[in-house]
């Protein structure tokens, strides 16, 4: 029995296709081919039937991959057990996050966790798409909003509070903005995730959406935190992102009894018996890390 024949066949069946499980087991696709013919060929029946779109499992295909997923996950949870007792945090660790979380926290996070575990190697996927973590071969996200996936394991971060801000160069010369509705005479710089028409703002009893004229709309919050110090105008914006420039006063807080919408933020990895120490030292620290950028996120 060999069982990197079983294990190839399980990368294919998860990720979908041969050339995909090859890039991550980093492999030619014509290997992984000739291991998963060889396994059908010792058990004498086809397991996967291949066209030119996609793959299909046969039924015995079914039936030996429910089984190989579970023996091989037993395989893989022994060693980590045995691991965790004696390795230090080392290795490579694959994280996806948002790619408008913001370039400061993001590479804070990283000094600060190879600064600790020097042996780490630590690749970031910045993307603003749903990453599946099993299929794409990486360890943990750092997700905002709703979770939707019940299987993986989720820790809080806190939540990214949204609210107004611009600097005392653009309130100078701008008309009087002491209430929601004076927005709309003034220019709003719109990240356009956030709404395309209009901004919708809370304060205890009740909200109020504000509709707004979309004359300058932007996909970047990089960029509109950046036009909004550059007195372009009032933005909506995450307050962690902020508390620097209203620290160093390129911007201020507007409209300071309202606030946008708040979207939790969380650490997100797939559920596993033992988990690698390399997995485990990153969670635990960037937890303590980020945790503190979103602890009193409002800014008076």
């Known amino acids: 029995m060999d069982l990197n024949e079983t294990a190839m066949f399980v990368k294919v069946v998860q990720v979908g296709s041969f050339s995909a499980a090859a890039r991550q087991l980093q492999l030619p696709t014509s290997t992984v081919s000739t291991r998963v013919a ?5 058990l004498g029946t086809t397991l996967l039937q291949r066209t030119t779109r996609r793959l299909h499992l046969t039924e015995a295909g079914k039936t030996y991959f429910e089984h190989a997923v579970l023996g091989l996950g037993h395989l893989h949870e022994a060693e980590a057990a045995v691991s965790a007792t004696k390795a230090l945090p080392q290795g490579k660790l694959k994280i996806t996050a ?3 979380l913001g370039d400061n926290l993001l590479g804070e996070l990283v000094q600060q966790v190879q600064a600790v575990y020097p042996a780490l190697e630590l690749e970031l996927l910045l993307t603003d798409r749903y990453v599946d973590l099993i299929a794409e071969g990486v360890d943990v996200a750092i997700r905002t909003g709703e ?10 971060l806190g939540d990214i509070q949204w609210a107004a801000f611009a600097s005392a160069d653009y309130l100078a010369q701008a008309p009087t903005l002491r209430e929601p509705q004076d927005l709309i005479q003034h220019r709003c710089i719109q990240f356009s995730p956030m709404g395309r028409e209009s901004w919708t703002l ?3 009893g009740g909200s109020m959406t504000i509709p707004l004229s979309g004359k300058t709309m932007v996909n970047s919050i990089g960029v509109v935190h950046a036009m ?16 620097t420039a ?5 911007l201020q807080r507007v409209l300071p009894a309202w606030q946008g919408r708040k979207d939790p933020l969380h650490l997100v990895y797939p559920q596993q018996r033992y988990m690698p120490p390399k997995l485990r030292a ?3 620290l960037a937890h303590t890390i980020l945790s503190v950028s979103f602890q009193d996120a409002q800014i008076a």
């Open 38 to 42: 060889r396994l059908e060929q010792r």
């Open 98 to 100: 948002p790619a408008d």
């Open 147 to 156: 979770l939707q996936d019940s299987s993986l394991i989720a820790k809080s």
């Open 202 to 204: 809370q304060q205890v």
């Open 228 to 243: 909004a110090s550059n007195s372009q105008g009032v933005a909506l914006l995450p307050t962690y992102i902020c508390k």
């Open 246 to 250: 209203v620290a160093d006063k390129r």
């Open 282 to 284: 990153f969670i635990d």
